[in-house]
């Protein structure tokens, strides 16, 4: 048993001498990794009230947009850019208001709400998606310069087609044919055969007296894309 103590007091006196050494290193630590979890718990719950509360103000909007209210729908949505600026429900609340604008005939305004997104976007796509509806609505106001430059920029890889039909569009506009059959052939290549708008683009083509039976098969490319992006 004396042997038993001496053992258990050795011990003792190692735990001792190591709290001693690192006892306030330790605590520190402690103290570190609780804050973080304290932290991300409280950052977690906060993204989650702002997803919550973003949500309802979209639901908001939409019926606006139903009741085709533009000004409260311009209100929602400014409220959404002003809370939540970096979110996709606010980019996806500014294409939905510059859709009604665009449809109510307030060119300006829905132009403005789509440059917001293509400053604002955080992915490429709904960069890409806003630059093609502002380049249709330009057209619609006929900023027909304007809008070629906001085609030029590089599109996202699957708004490539819908990005040439529409440059196309524009050049035809200016009385530009030849560059129109160029830009609506290489729309017609990048568009997935699959894809029910390659009929209009080829319909394009046959008005302006061209053929693309002997065309080559494209690569495939995305028709949600072709579906989601024709409207300005």
Not at 39 to 44: F, I, S
Not at 129 to 146: I, N, P, Q
Not at 183 to 209: F, S, T
Request: no cysteine; glycine share 4%.
């Amino acid at each position: 048993m004396a042997q038993l103590d001496l053992e258990e007091q050795e011990q003792l006196d190692q735990l001792k001498a190591f709290w001693k050494r690192y006892g306030n290193l330790l605590l520190v630590l402690l103290i570190a990794v609780l804050a973080a979890y304290v932290g991300w718990t409280r950052w977690n719950a906060h993204q989650q009230d702002q997803a919550l509360q973003a949500s309802a103000m979209y639901d908001e909007l939409d019926k606006a947009v139903t009741a085709r209210d533009v000004p409260k729908a311009a209100q929602v949505v400014n409220d959404l850019k002003s809370r939540y600026p970096k979110t996709l429900v606010a980019q996806q609340g500014a294409l939905l208001l510059a859709k009604l604008q665009f449809e109510s005939k307030q060119l300006d305004e829905a132009q403005a709400s789509l440059t917001w997104v293509t400053e604002q976007a955080t992915t490429p796509e709904y960069q890409a998606l806003a630059r093609l509806r502002l380049a249709g609505v330009l057209m619609e106001a006929k900023k027909l310069d304007e809008a070629l430059r906001v085609l030029d920029k590089s599109p996202a890889p699957e708004f490539e087609a819908l990005v040439a039909d529409r440059r196309g569009d524009v050049l035809l506009a200016l009385n530009k044919p030849t560059e129109a059959i160029q830009a609506y052939n290489q729309a017609w290549k990048a568009m997935d055969a699959q894809v029910d708008y390659r009929r209009v683009i080829e319909g394009k083509l046959g008005a302006l007296g061209v053929s693309v039976d002997e065309q080559p098969s494209p690569a495939p490319a995305s028709a949600s894309a072709a579906a989601s992006g024709a409207q300005p």
